[in-house]
């Protein structure tokens, strides 16, 4: 399952949480304040290259996860 990030509109904690992709968008209590207020955030991924180096695609492709156009993922 992915982690989410999401960010309460009552209090502005942030926090993650570990949920299915069909929950990603259903409400979440917040960890701080316990409102059901919150909103899911946008975030970015970095991949790791061979030679342990993590930054976003280098071969000029897409992403795994994109079929390119506006990825926040690779910027592709």
Do not use: N, W
Not at 3 to 22: A, D, H, P
Not at 37 to 66: A, D, E, I, P
């Amino acid at each position: 399952m992915p982690t989410y990030v999401y960010r309460c509109e009552k209090c502005g904690e942030r926090f993650e949480s570990l949920r299915s992709m069909k929950d990603a968008d259903a409400p979440i209590e917040c960890s701080r304040c316990h409102s059901m207020q919150t909103k899911r955030c946008l975030t970015t991924c970095g991949v790791q290259m061979s030679g342990g180096s993590s930054s976003h695609s280098s071969s000029g492709s897409s992403c795994g996860s994109c079929s390119g156009g506006s990825c926040s993922c690779c910027g592709h």
